[in-house]
């Protein structure tokens, strides 16, 4: 497999990373300590710049007002664009919109797209997922039970969702509800675009996750459905298409998160070399000539780059074979990258000393993210469960 990046490419990726350096990082204390409206201004004036750069949207085609190549390229961008916590979300290919943005392209009606997509892919309005219920294991969503029942050409909604991402001030959700409660546990759900303003909807609160409590994009609400009332047309593909949509939406996507975590190994190495370098721990030496430091670094240096070898090639093997075939390789490169980065990022946190548990470095930000990281689309041991099953049965 052969991964010599093109010209083209390695200038594309060599002007993000410019961007994030000489724009984004610069910003970052602004979100680290909780400076909102600050920062939702700075992150605007950045967003706009990009667009004028013409890299906006990376995931997305050029047909819907996007950049996107194929998915090895967008993984490799993903990996950049993942060493800052603002990256993706200033390039316009953020989590949970990104998702909802591919969803929409691939199965939203005309008027769905033109209506909901278009803005969207813009940057003018945001969106959020809701699936994942407090009362029901989101490991086996077959399990879900918040209702959607079709009464004279309006679904009239009703449930509890929460760790729904980026809620606050989102214009709509995609909620995945139950609409044929006795068909087979994989046709029973479907995927319905709610707006927020629906009367009826809720935001109960924004859940505070490890001590942290976003705003707007970065917070992780939850919701109810109180007897919503949306139109027919708000469903998207056919009713009971909820767990073939899902897969859709969380497979590829997976290997943005996979790069993305891959991009938070990569910048909290960097950290910990800058501290390395610089603190003394003698009048005669600094931390970076302590064997176990330079054992530590050179461990994170070799579990990031075997890792990312496994990601590509399965990025790779979907843009070559389509996403069927690399089936299995998706659900080892989830739980393993999440794990890997994991380690990493615990390691340049544990350099840094006392400054690695603050806010004054990204460090502490991307442990809660990676500690996350191995919940979200998928706990670590499901994923374990579903790879070892395929390959046990093949
Ligand atoms: C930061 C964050 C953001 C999120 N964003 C969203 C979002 O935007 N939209 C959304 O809908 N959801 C979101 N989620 C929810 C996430 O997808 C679920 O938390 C995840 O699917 C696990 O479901 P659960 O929490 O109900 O855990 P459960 O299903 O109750 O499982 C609990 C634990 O049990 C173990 N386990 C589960 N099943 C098995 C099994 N078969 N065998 C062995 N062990 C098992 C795992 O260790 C798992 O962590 C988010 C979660 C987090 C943490």
Not at 18 to 44: G, Q, R
Not at 116 to 122: D, E, G, H, R, T
Not at 280 to 286: G, H, T, Y
Request: proline letters at 4%.
């Amino acid at each position: 497999m052969n991964f010599t990046l093109s010209d083209k490419l390695q200038n594309k990726l060599n002007r993000i990373q410019s961007f994030l350096e000489k724009e984004i990082y610069p910003i970052e204390h602004l979100f680290l300590n909780h400076h909102w409206d600050e920062l939702f201004a700075a992150l605007e004036s950045c967003r706009l710049k990009v667009k004028s750069l013409k890299l906006w949207a990376p995931n997305m085609p050029k047909s819907e007002g996007g950049t996107f190549e194929n998915l090895t390229e967008l993984a490799l961008i993903g990996e950049v664009l993942g060493q800052s916590p603002l990256g993706h979300f200033v390039f316009g290919c953020q989590a949970p919109d990104a998702g909802n943005a591919e969803l929409l392209h691939l199965f939203g009606t005309g008027e769905q797209k033109e209506k909901w997509l278009k803005p969207l892919v813009a940057g003018k309005i945001r969106s959020c997922f809701a699936m994942t219920e407090p009362h029901t294991a989101g490991s086996n969503p077959t399990l879900l039970d918040s209702r959607a029942e079709l009464k004279d050409g309006n679904w009239h909604i009703n449930g509890r969702k929460w760790f729904t991402t980026s809620a606050e001030g989102a214009a709509f959700t995609i909620a995945m509800v139950v609409t044929n409660p006795d068909a087979p546990k994989h046709k029973r759900a479907s995927m319905i675009i709610v707006p927020l303003e629906t009367k009826g909807f809720e935001i109960v609160r924004n859940i505070s996750v490890m001590g942290a409590k976003g705003k707007g994009y970065f917070s992780h609400a939850e919701v109810t459905f109180n007897d919503c009332v949306v139109p027919q047309e708000n469903i998207i593909g056919g009713d009971g298409d909820g767990f073939a949509l899902a897969q859709e939406r969380l497979g590829p996507g997976r290997i943005q998160h996979c790069m993305r975590w891959l991009g938070i190994g990569k910048r909290s190495i960097q950290v910990s070399k800058e501290f390395l370098n610089r603190r003394k721990i003698s009048n005669s030496q600094v931390l970076a000539q302590q064997p176990l430091m330079q054992a530590a670094i050179a461990e994170s240096l070799a579990d990031l780059s075997a890792a990312r070898l496994l990601v590509l090639q399965t990025a790779s093997n979907i843009d070559n074979y389509g996403f069927e075939k690399a089936k299995n390789e998706v659900s080892l490169i989830k739980f393993h990258t999440a794990n890997v980065v994991q380690r990493v990022v615990d390691r340049s946190l544990q350099s840094l000393g006392g400054l690695g548990m603050t806010d004054d470095t990204v460090l502490s930000f991307f442990y809660r993210e990676e500690r996350a990281a191995r919940i979200y689309d998928g706990a670590d041991e499901v994923h374990k469960i579903v790879a070892a099953k395929r390959f046990l049965n093949s």
